[in-house]
């Protein structure tokens, strides 16, 4: 997978008490351990999307255990941690004509990462990388400090 993607995990999931703990105990008792999550609901479903150990496993047992999971591209940008750096992740999107359709944070103590769904992935980690913005692939991901 090229710099700058990683995979995301996407979760259909019906929205009711007890869904997110039975996505989570599947997860577990395979050993994928959740690094990021987001969830996007209605008032019948949701999307849960995650960054997770193990990806391709994590669709497949999720899909044994009868839940509806996807594995998709997402772009990764590693940020600093100070005042204006999310202003100039999106100026730098915005000027180059690339709109965001969903993004959610990852973050350590000293550093942070946005996974973002853009609408020309590609395009956008060429805008980043030359604007200077770090990217990450998955292995980064996973050892962020």
Request: no cysteine; hydrophobic share 40%.
């Amino acid at each position: 997978m090229a710099e700058g993607f990683v995979r995301q995990l996407t979760v259909f999931i019906e929205n009711r008490v007890g869904t997110l703990q039975e996505v989570a105990e599947v997860l577990k008792d395979n050993d994928i351990n959740i690094y990021s999550i987001s969830l996007a609901d209605t008032s019948e479903y949701g999307l849960l999307r995650m960054i997770v150990s193990d990806p391709d496993k994590g669709s497949r047992i999720l899909k044994e255990n009868s839940f509806s999971a996807k594995t998709t591209e997402v772009v990764a940008v590693k940020l600093e941690n100070k005042v204006g750096t999310l202003s100039s992740l999106f100026g730098t999107l915005a000027e180059a004509g690339i709109g965001i359709e969903y993004m959610y944070a990852m973050a350590t103590s000293r550093t942070g990462a946005m996974i973002l769904k853009t609408s020309d992935g590609s395009k956008a980690v060429e805008v980043l990388k030359n604007a200077g913005f770090g990217l990450l692939d998955e292995e980064g991901m996973f050892n962020l400090e």
